[in-house]
């Protein structure tokens, strides 16, 4: 059974750090791109970054981009999302999700197994 476990969220101040960790099982981790989406209040899910472990390629939201960095260890089966220089715009529920192949695609539905969330709320 595939199952990935979003964690690391909680309260942080504007301008301070948070990492989250997604623990996956269930699949060949090497096979398949592991994203990372946020879903603010009121507003659609959307693609943060994503990463293909198989060969290290990477992409960023705009939003994101120089203030995160996704990561994995695949000793571990876990992917990561450093958050760095948070702002209150930041905050929304964190989720991870695999994809069907290795590709970086940008897509929800282009992600096949989902984790359950995490909260991430910056303070101002």
């Known amino acids: 059974e595939v199952q990935l476990q979003a964690s690391g969220g909680g309260l942080v101040q504007a301008g301070g750090s948070q990492r989250l960790s997604c623990a996956t099982s269930g699949f060949t981790f090497d096979d398949y791109a592991i994203g990372w989406f946020r879903q603010a209040p009121g507003k659609e899910r959307e693609r943060i970054s994503c990463?293909?472990?198989?060969?290290?390629?990477?992409k960023y939201g705009d939003s994101v981009k120089g203030r995160f960095t996704i990561s994995t260890d695949s000793r571990k089966n876990t992917v990561y999302l450093q958050m760095n220089s948070l702002k209150p715009e930041d905050l929304a529920v964190y989720y991870c999700a695999a994809a069907s192949d290795r590709a970086l695609r940008t897509g929800v539905l282009s992600y096949r197994y989902w984790g359950q969330g995490t909260l991430v709320t910056v303070s101002s």
């Open positions: 990463i293909n472990s198989y060969d290290r390629s990477i």
